[in-house]
């Protein structure tokens, strides 16, 4: 009996210990269920107020597409069209602007208390209500009020961007500094993956069952990422005995707020300038990214050489559906497995223009193609158009030592809440505006905006380039041999310089000048 208990304990501590080794790459398992769920309702949602709104109408949207084809819209159509756009638009700034607040919100308290997990449950809670309520809905009737509420839960949670700055904290804090680039590709890659499953999934499930079990599985994964976000996900333990830890005033708000003003005294601080640098080219580049995805259906769908072989309106919307999930897929994968690659031969900076190029080669070659299997060479040319994002969240964790991590990624995400309504409206009236003109305009116009995120990231890659060692992360061993660390860390205590070796040297660096300069 004796032996047969002492036997038991190793396998227990085996079986422990292989949960530990694991348990880091729960976030990834969360974020995929958040996102699968959050790709389905966003289509589901538009479908389904758009459904509900020509119903009162008494239009159906069957008969809506294809008129639109032939140009012969009756005025009930128009007024129906017309109510759809402003209420799906009105339901998309109810969950933005909340989320704008709430991320930063956040992202301050997660930096002062220690507790980066809010930023992840939250927004998972947030979810499950919104599906919950239009789940209820579809059991009571239809009620655009409800809508909206559920709009604004999901805001007040922190909406995927809250989401996305908590999983970026935990996937570049649970590995090691030259890990962080694959560790962002495989959340990325995870994104993009769900975005292709769900796109699929709704375009087939809404046309043979309706909105009710789509909606109920969307719920369903929301519960999953819940319940392993509060209970699966362990918080990353802190050094709360840093020297540059910021000490408690006794004012909340100040102590809680404070921090995040610090981001915007640039000055001549290199470290806070190559933030805001890499923060522009990543928001520039998602307003992009995000408006041109929702205007590219609509454009695909008037292409006449596509309606020559899909004589089925249904029929075409699901074949771009699947082609565009494919482009999302193949840019998944070819994001998770090339970073590695990559970095053998070239800098970051070159390699998130790769990101941009790879996007402006096949957005016109979408754009100027006139036959159908020409145009499935596009999945190729925008195979890399996702590398941009994970390697400009790792650029920017560089400069910031964990504690302030927080505040840092709520504001790079913050800004996407409003990119999420504000860059589909703007493709939207300039693909409307020019529809006569050229169809392909706002293709052309998106390539052009890809200007401002190279333009950001040729100023990270010059100044990278007159001062590459700013990026390079503090090793114990190398201490004393960075420029200037051995005149700084001769006037620190023994205990503080230990507690400085884990710490960026850009963010030490920040700390001695803003020091200097009080």
Known sequence: MAQAGVETEPKCQKCWHYF?????YFVEVALFFFFLSRHMTLPLFQEYVSEEIHKQHHVKFLEMALEMNQANLSMSIKEAEHDSALSILGLQIAEG??????VIILGAVSDRTGRRRIMLWLPCLGS????????????????????FMASA?????GSMTAFLAGATYFGINSVKPHERVSRLAIQEFLNGGAYAIA??????WVKDSGFLEPYWFALICSMIALLISYFLIQEIPQNRDSPNRRRDTGNCLKDTFTPIMKYFKCGQNKPLIKIWLATLAFQSYALVHIGQENTMVMFLGGQKYLHQTHLEVTGLSVSIGVFLSVIMVVAALATALTPALFKRFL????????????????????AVVQNETVLYFAILLLAFELLPFPMLRSLVSRDIAPADQGSLFALMHCGESLIFFLGPLMFTAIYAGTLHYYRATVLIVSIILLVLPVSFTLGLKFLAYKKPEDYEPMEE???ESNIGGEQRLETREPSEISSLANEPISF??????????A
């Open 97 to 102: 602007l909340p989320a704008v607040i709430t």
């Open 199 to 204: 796109n699929i999934m709704v375009g087939f």
């Open 508 to 517: 030490i660096q920040l700390s001695a000048n803003n020091t200097s300069t």
């Open 153 to 157: 839960f999901r805001g007040l949670s």
């Open 128 to 147: 499950v209500l919104y599906c919950l309520i239009y789940v209820l809905l579809m059991y009571t009737g239809w009620n655009l009020d409800g809508l």
């Open 477 to 479: 061993s190398q201490a």
């Open 20 to 24: 530990d080794t694991i348990q880091k």
């Open 347 to 366: 800098s970051d900076t070159t390699i998130i223009i790769l990101g941009f190029l790879s996007k402006a080669l096949g957005t016109l070659w979408i």
